[in-house]
């Protein structure tokens, strides 16, 4: 039979040569279609008809409808040429002859079968094959590419609960990705964060630390609301900073309650006065003490340097400026003030002074920082101590006067004593009484040499 049909279609092959020769034009194979057709042999009837005038030829073919099944499915065009060759030069011809007419078309691939559902085409085994629990469809046993209720698609899988950072979206049956990179959990009404990895949720998103009013409560990552209004941070029990009132025993108070606390400004908390502190100021400085000594807001076992004990009041008094050392009765050593000014200690006074304000008959040596007395006998003030500044009586109680840095208890000639001090005469006075007047007056002689009145 396959030899009949090869016989048949090179016959139609020929047929066309001669045809296309006849008619001067070129043979055209038929064009190949993408889908099965079979012919069965058919048995034809045809006359030719051949002219010498016109030089032409023309085949009539008719074939029952018994005596063709088809089936023609096409993406092309396919041509069949069937005739037969007659040498015959006669006006008219009949001829009856059988031809077996095969058109040979290309055979299309065949369709993949198409799988139930949850199922896929194994090719290897040419068989269907179930896709992995809860898909809807698959390409492979791996890969799903949709998922039946209650899963969803998350990559190439189907899970029934969507991993961290993502969603269920109930309607599309996929796993969403929360907006927030944080984010550990979150819904179609929370796209953001319900709870988060690292950081603490807080409206639908994710913060470190969690903003006032709000603590951070690490067994669900979220920002959990302060009980007390006024608090800043707190524990679940208790307020741990306050933003207006000031923290007390875990409660933001108006008012410290203790008098041994005091309302720090700065951190908002009733904070302890200092150690044995009977009370303290706003600062924090202690008012007194139970046990020890006040110094400086402070309670201390000894008072420091620049200080003495006062034990009546059980304070540290502080000594005045310039002062190195002092005690109840007074100043013990001296220094420097803080303008610059020297001090020295006055024995007399008991007291640290400047060098001009030593005791009487006193001045300050640098070398010792004491008011010494002066050497000059007589002399109110001294520098140093053999250089008389002031006068006064000397130790026999006589007066004297300033003369060249000495005491005297009469000025030299020329001069005279009056308020402590030796003062010039007139002149050409040799003497002066007390207002200064002459008393004996040196007069010059033509000669040149003097005369005295």
């Not at 198409?114 to 290897?124: G, I, T």
């Not at 809860?134 to 039946?148: D, H, R």
């Not at 913060?207 to 800043?232: I, K, L, Q, W, Y």
């Amino acid at each position: 039979m396959h030899l009949n049909w090869c016989l048949a279609f090179a016959s139609v092959a020929l047929a066309g040569v001669a045809d296309a020769s006849s008619n001067g034009r070129p043979f055209v194979m038929p064009r190949a279609v993408t889908t099965t057709t079979s012919f069965l042999s058919v048995k034809t009837s045809s006359k030719i008809t051949s002219s010498s005038n016109t030089g032409s030829s023309s085949a009539a073919v008719t074939a029952s409808s018994s005596q063709l099944k088809s089936s023609t499915t096409s993406t092309g065009n396919a041509t069949a040429r069937v005739a037969t060759s007659s040498t015959t030069t006669s006006s008219s011809v009949t001829k009856t002859t059988t031809t077996a007419a095969i058109v040979a078309v290309a055979a299309a691939p065949t369709a993949t079968p198409v799988c139930a559902q949850s199922k896929f085409y194994n090719v290897a085994l040419k068989q269907c094959a179930n896709c992995q629990t809860g898909a809807k469809s698959c390409s492979n046993a791996t890969t799903a590419t949709a998922c039946l209720r209650n899963y969803y698609l998350s990559g190439s899988s189907c899970v029934a609960t969507c991993p961290d950072g993502s969603w269920g979206d109930a309607s599309s049956f996929k796993c969403i990705a929360c907006t927030d990179n944080d984010a550990a959990t979150c819904s179609k009404a929370v796209p953001g964060a319900i709870t988060c990895k690292t950081k603490y949720a807080y409206k639908g998103t994710c913060v470190a630390p969690c903003p006032d009013h709000f603590r951070m409560e690490p067994s669900n990552r979220t920002c959990m609301a302060c009980s007390d209004p006024d608090a800043g941070d707190c524990t679940p029990l208790a307020a741990v900073r306050c933003l207006t009132k000031f923290l007390s025993n875990g409660k933001c108070v108006d008012t410290c309650p203790d008098a041994k606390t005091f309302a720090d400004a700065k951190w908002h908390t009733c904070t302890p006065c200092p150690a044995d502190s009977t009370s303290c100021d706003a600062k924090g400085l202690a008012l007194g003490c139970a046990t020890k000594f006040l110094s400086l807001g402070a309670c201390v076992d000894s008072c420091p340097t620049n200080s003495y004990t006062n034990l009546a009041t059980k304070t540290c008094n502080a000594c005045a400026d310039g002062v190195l050392g002092c005690s109840a009765t007074g100043d013990t050593s001296c220094g420097t003030t803080v303008a610059g000014v020297k001090l020295f200690l006055d024995s007399l006074k008991s007291k640290c002074v400047p060098s001009t304000s030593c005791s009487t008959r006193f001045f300050g040596n640098s070398a010792t920082g004491k008011c010494e007395k002066c050497a000059v006998d007589g002399a109110l003030t001294c520098m140093p101590a053999t250089v008389a500044l002031t006068c006064g009586t000397n130790s026999a109680s006589v007066p004297t006067f300033l003369s060249s840095g000495s005491c005297v208890a009469s000025c030299p000639a020329g001069f005279y004593g009056q308020s402590g001090k030796c003062l010039a005469c007139g002149a050409n006075a040799l003497t002066c009484d007390a207002t200064g007047a002459a008393v004996n007056i040196l007069l010059f002689h033509p000669t040149g040499i003097p005369d005295y009145d």
